[in-house]
């Protein structure tokens, strides 16, 4: 239950975002990307590949529209997997299943660094597979990362 309860709260943003720096009428905190109360994020259009990154264990991939690309040290070429596509008031959400197990990363807006480079990523991203869950950092085709190669 530990395992899974990040990633939940994690999908929870994506869902609905409020904050205690709601404003004193009432009204929600605007959410980076949001566009407002009621319109899913959309900072990360339907046709950008968005990548991703995370260490210990070394894993990444990118996703392209509907096919998910997930790759490790031990299968550096990858596996491609189907997912669905969810934009919350937060961020995205990709769902899928990889290896026979329930697939789930949520990428949201944030200055990410992967601890190895010196890269600096406009993304956090959050990949729960079976009962494992790994953190990362993400970046799209339009919106790149900064820092070394």
């Known amino acids: 239950m530990r395992i899974i309860a990040p990633l939940c709260a994690s999908l929870a943003l994506l869902a609905s ?11 929600p ?15 990360i259009a339907a046709d950008e590949v968005v990548s991703f990154v995370g260490t210990e264990p070394f894993w990444g991939g990118e996703v392209n529209g509907t096919a998910l690309r997930w790759s490790t040290p031990e299968n550096p070429d990858g596996e491609t997997i189907t997912v669905s596509r969810f934009a ?3 961020g995205l959400s990709f769902t899928g299943t990889l290896q026979g197990q329930q697939f789930d990363m949520a990428v949201t807006p944030a200055t990410c660094s992967d601890g190895m480079s010196d890269r600096t990523y406009p993304y956090a991203v959050t990949v729960q597979v079976g009962a494992q869950q790994l953190s990362g950092c993400g970046w799209t085709d339009r919106q790149g990362y900064t820092g070394g190669e």
């Open 88 to 90: 919350g008031r937060g």
């Open 29 to 43: 905190a605007e959410v980076p990307g949001d566009g407002g109360d009621s319109v899913p994020f959309h900072a």
């Open 17 to 27: 975002c409020t904050s205690s720096d709601s404003p004193t009428d009432g009204a």
